[in-house]
C-alpha cells in the first residue's frame, strides 16, 4: 500500500468532507459516452439539456444515432453548444462502436483489449481527446484510469501537488503513482471529489476558508498565487 500523502491524503480529506460520491451523473455506459463527447467546452446543464433531448427522441443508443439524419442528429445536439462540431464526434464515436462489434452493447468494449491498446483505439477516434478517451474509459467502462481536468490541474497545483506547465500525461503519471493499481474506484472517487470541490470551493476565486483542504494548501498558506489574475 503507497504511503498515505499527497493525492491520497488529499482523497481521504475530501471523502471524509463531502462523502461518498455518486459520478458520473447517467442512467447507462452509453449515456456516459455521449456526455463525455459533448461536455467538451461547455457547462453540464447543456449537456443535460442536449442528452434529454436524444431521450425524448427515443435516440439514446449507437443504433438511434447512426440512423438519424445528421442535421436531425445537429439539432437534438444544439444545447450542448459547438453542436455541428459534437455531431460529426458523437457519430465518429458510435462508428468505432460499430465497427468494433459493441453497438448494441458499448460497455462490451471494456472486452475489447487492454487498457493501453483501447486508449489507443479510443484516441484514434475523431475528436477524442486525451480527458475524454479517459473519462469514457473510467465511467463508462469501469477502467482504472486516472482522469485529468481543469479541476485536477488547478486543485493540484494550488495544493501544491503539481508543478507548472505539466503535460496530460504527465500529470496523470504524478497521481497514478499514488493509486493503487487496477482500482477504478478510488480514480472514480477522487475525480468525483476533486469534481466536487472545484465547483463549489477552489473556484476560481476560491473559497478557501470553508475548504476541507485549507489546512494542507500551499495557496491558503500564501505560499502560492495563480500565475494570472484569474476571474470569477
Ligand atoms: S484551500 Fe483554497 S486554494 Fe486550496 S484547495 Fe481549498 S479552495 Fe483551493
Given at each position: 500500500m503507497p504511503e498515505e500523502n499527497g493525492w491520497l491524503a488529499v482523497f481521504r480529506t475530501l471523502q471524509e468532507a463531502f462523502g461518498p460520491q455518486e459520478w458520473w451523473p447517467a442512467q447507462s455506459p452509453f449515456e456516459v459516452m455521449v456526455g463525455a463527447i459533448l461536455t467538451q467546452n461547455t457547462a453540464w446543464?447543456?449537456?443535460?439539456?442536449?442528452?434529454?433531448?436524444?431521450?425524448?427522441?427515443d435516440a439514446l443508443s449507437v443504433a438511434a444515432i447512426l440512423t438519424l439524419p445528421e442535421g436531425d442528429l445537429a439539432e437534438l445536439l444544439r444545447p450542448s453548444g459547438f453542436y455541428r462540431i459534437k455531431t460529426r464526434r458523437l457519430l465518429a464515436l458510435c462508428r468505432f462502436?460499430?465497427?468494433?462489434?459493441?453497438?448494441?452493447?458499448?460497455?462490451?468494449?471494456?472486452?475489447?483489449?487492454?487498457v493501453p491498446a483501447l486508449r489507443q483505439d479510443l484516441l484514434a477516434v475523431h475528436g477524442v481527446g486525451e480527458e475524454t478517451a479517459d473519462s469514457i474509459l473510467l465511467y463508462a467502462l469501469d477502467l482504472p484510469v486516472m482522469v485529468v481536468d481543469t479541476?485536477?490541474?488547478?486543485?493540484?497545483?494550488r495544493v501544491g501537488l503539481l508543478g507548472d506547465?505539466?503535460?496530460?500525461?504527465?500529470?496523470?503519471?504524478?497521481?497514478?503513482?499514488?493509486?493503487?493499481?487496477?482500482?477504478?474506484?478510488?480514480?472514480?472517487?477522487?475525480?468525483?471529489?476533486?469534481?466536487?470541490?472545484?465547483?463549489?470551493?477552489?473556484?476560481?476565486?476560491?473559497?478557501?476558508?470553508?475548504?476541507?483542504?485549507?489546512?494542507?494548501?500551499?495557496?491558503?498558506?500564501?505560499?502560492?498565487?495563480?500565475?494570472?489574475?484569474?476571474?470569477?
Amino acid at each position: 500500500m503507497p504511503e498515505e500523502n499527497g493525492w491520497l491524503a488529499v482523497f481521504r480529506t475530501l471523502q471524509e468532507a463531502f462523502g461518498p460520491q455518486e459520478w458520473w451523473p447517467a442512467q447507462s455506459p452509453f449515456e456516459v459516452m455521449v456526455g463525455a463527447i459533448l461536455t467538451q467546452n461547455t457547462a453540464w446543464r447543456n449537456v443535460e439539456k442536449a442528452i434529454a433531448n436524444l431521450r425524448a427522441a427515443d435516440a439514446l443508443s449507437v443504433a438511434a444515432i447512426l440512423t438519424l439524419p445528421e442535421g436531425d442528429l445537429a439539432e437534438l445536439l444544439r444545447p450542448s453548444g459547438f453542436y455541428r462540431i459534437k455531431t460529426r464526434r458523437l457519430l465518429a464515436l458510435c462508428r468505432f462502436l460499430e465497427a468494433q462489434g459493441v453497438g448494441a452493447v458499448p460497455e462490451q468494449l471494456a472486452r475489447q483489449a487492454t487498457v493501453p491498446a483501447l486508449r489507443q483505439d479510443l484516441l484514434a477516434v475523431h475528436g477524442v481527446g486525451e480527458e475524454t478517451a479517459d473519462s469514457i474509459l473510467l465511467y463508462a467502462l469501469d477502467l482504472p484510469v486516472m482522469v485529468v481536468d481543469t479541476y485536477t490541474r488547478r486543485i493540484g497545483g494550488r495544493v501544491g501537488l503539481l508543478g507548472d506547465h505539466l503535460s496530460y500525461t504527465e500529470v496523470q503519471a504524478a497521481i497514478e503513482a499514488e493509486l493503487e493499481p487496477g482500482d477504478a474506484a478510488v480514480r472514480n472517487a477522487l475525480h468525483a471529489l476533486l469534481v466536487s470541490l472545484g465547483k463549489d470551493y477552489c473556484r476560481p476565486r476560491p473559497r478557501c476558508d470553508t475548504c476541507p483542504l485549507n489546512t494542507r494548501c500551499a495557496y491558503a498558506a500564501g505560499r502560492c498565487r495563480p500565475r494570472q489574475p484569474e476571474q470569477p
